[in-house]
């Protein structure tokens, strides 16, 4: 047996002994969409359109629009939000 062929014979080993390994990592990503459900309603962040900060859904100031909610970290950017459409109109 040539030094080269063991070479390959190795390298042919390691492959099969990563194709095991990955079959049986496999099932453990298949569980990973069940650890990402979607967050608790009190861990939904919503976005200040007049900052950018971001806000629990229920600590924000909501400035409601027909059907449409704009969500505020503080009356202030409420009142910023509010005057910029009014500048707009
Ligand atoms: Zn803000």
Redesign the pocket.
């Known amino acids: 047996m040539s030094p080269l062929r063991i070479v390959i014979e190795l390298l042919f080993l390691y492959a099969l002994y990563r194709l095991f390994i990955a079959d049986r990592r496999r099932p453990t990503v298949r569980e990973r969409p069940a650890q990402q459900r979607p967050p608790a309603y009190h861990d939904e962040l919503v976005e ?1 359109p ?4 971001y ?1 629990p859904k229920r600590q924000a100031v909501v400035l409601q629009q027909g059907e449409v909610s704009h969500y ?3 009356e ?2 409420r009142e ?1 939000f509010r005057a910029h459409q009014g500048e707009k109109a």
């Open positions: 200040d007049v900052c950018h900060a806000v505020f970290c503080s202030h950017c910023a």
